[in-house]
């Protein structure tokens, strides 16, 4: 009836969001799945489980393959303008995301990064158990795409191109550095959550948004701000697994700002997602 509306979901407060009846938020259910178990011992009998480990290891290891072989064409030319540019490698960076979230998103959850993972488990979308197996499954993932690259290379080329190492550049201090990975890594985790939210999807059900788009646009455009800062770290394993193989002191020196900016920056966008946005503690039972 024209003009009548009624609740379609469960608003943060006693005011319900409303809906006039019969637009498209009706057409498609909301469900809200309940916090993921800290421990879930039985996830480790589960071949489902390791099949997702085995899927975030390759996601990774491509992640890495195709980050550093643009990275290396662009240093080995003479010019910007010779190669694809710090453009090119931001486009690389988000494209490869999009296309690897796109073809994982369903078996493991497309996290590809320890900073996503950290982020869903601080919004209990995942297990302690199973998180700690993507982390590491991701960054063995990383050390095996750079180490292949590096054979590609060859290990004078390889070091004399930096290895896409990621390090404060000059002109910047640690702090900016640290800055710089915190809000790039709020930005991309926090665009992952608002694209695989349940409650937004039943909400904009007319409007056919594929969930790996604006995560990989979101990986593009903070690499475009911070290529010229750190390399765009916004992930441990990418990080991780470049040193690794660079093994060079420099590498190493500015390693913890490419674990706590993410971490932190993960953290910030799962609270302010959870309880600002979903405003999920204050929600009446």
């Not at 796109?102 to 158990?129: E, Q």
């Not at 190492?165 to 915190?182: C, R």
């Not at 002191?249 to 932190?264: K, L, R, T, Y």
């Amino acid at each position: 009836m024209e003009g009548k509306e009624e609740d379609v979901t469960v608003g943060a407060n006693k005011y319900g969001e409303r809906q006039p009846i019969g637009t498209p938020a009706q057409t498609k259910d909301y469900y809200h799945r309940p916090p993921a178990p800290l421990f879930e011992p039985g996830e480790l009998s589960s071949w489902s489980f390791f099949r997702a480990g085995i899927a975030e290891f390759m996601a990774t290891f491509l992640f890495l393959y195709f980050h550093n072989l643009t990275v290396m064409g662009v240093k080995k030319s003479p010019t910007m303008c010779a190669s694809v540019g710090i453009q090119g490698i931001a486009w690389a960076f988000g494209g490869m995301i999009f296309a690897l979230v796109y073809c994982t998103a369903g078996i493991s959850g497309g996290h590809i990064n320890p900073a996503v993972t950290f982020g869903l488990l601080l919004a209990r979308k995942l297990s302690l158990t199973r998180a700690i197996f993507y982390i590491i499954m991701q960054c063995l993932g990383a050390i095996c795409g750079a180490g292949v690259v590096k054979g590609f290379e060859g290990s004078q080329s390889y070091e004399v191109l930096g290895g896409g190492a990621n390090v404060v550049n000059s002109g910047y201090t640690k702090g900016d550095g640290l800055g710089a990975e915190i809000v790039g890594t709020f930005v991309l985790v926090y665009t992952v959550f608002s694209a695989t939210d349940a409650k937004r999807n039943a909400r904009d059900s007319h409007v056919p948004i594929l969930a790996p788009l604006p995560i990989g646009f979101a990986v593009f455009l903070v690499h475009l701000a911070t290529i010229p800062i750190t390399g765009t770290g916004i992930n441990p394993a990418r990080s991780l697994g470049a040193a690794i193989i660079f093994n060079r002191e420099h590498a190493w020196d500015d390693m913890w700002i490419f674990w706590v900016g993410p971490f932190i920056g993960a953290a910030l966008a799962a609270i302010y997602h959870q309880i600002v946005i979903r405003a999920i503690p204050f929600k009446s039972r």
